[in-house]
Nanobody, 128 residues
Framework: QVQLVESGGGLVQAGDSLRLSCAAS????????MAWFRQAPGVDRVFVAG????????RYADSVKGRFTISRDNAQNTMYLQMNSLKPEDTAVYYC?????????????????????WGQGIRVTVSS
């Protein structure tokens, strides 16, 4: 099992920036990729961004391309999500997730079912 702990959320105004962190512990050697998902009230949890632990390939949802940047620090077993130009529609609980599914070489998973470890979530609120 991999334990994931998110930090860095909060309340900001539209146009501001935030950086989320996800610290991984436990059986981190089994991690192939990690990702951020988010869930707004009344809607399903959706993919935001993902990154391969081997090689660092990334993938983004269209709604955040050009504004969010995902990165990782392998030595610290930590993943980050830099969120710039935040919009009220970015308001959600953000979840960190880890996958042990190798998949195709370089492939970055974006389906919930591909991730077997989840953090508890952290709230991001963007006011207009």
């Amino acid at each position: 099992q991999v334990q994931l702990v998110e930090s860095g959320g909060g309340l900001v105004q539209a146009g501001d920036s935030l950086r989320l962190s996800c610290a991984a512990s436990g059986r981190t050697s089994s991690t192939v990729s990690m990702a951020w998902f988010r869930q707004a009230p009344g809607v399903d949890r959706v993919f935001v961004a993902g990154i391969r632990w081997d090689g660092g390939r990334t993938r983004y949802a269209d709604s955040v391309k050009g504004r969010f940047t995902i990165s990782r620090d392998n030595a610290q077993n930590t993943m980050y999500l830099q969120m710039n130009s935040l919009k009220p529609e970015d308001t959600a609980v953000y979840y960190c997730a880890a996958s042990s599914d190798y998949g195709s070489p370089g492939y970055v998973h974006n389906a919930l079912s591909s991730f077997d470890n989840w953090g508890q979530g952290i709230r991001v609120t963007v006011s207009s």
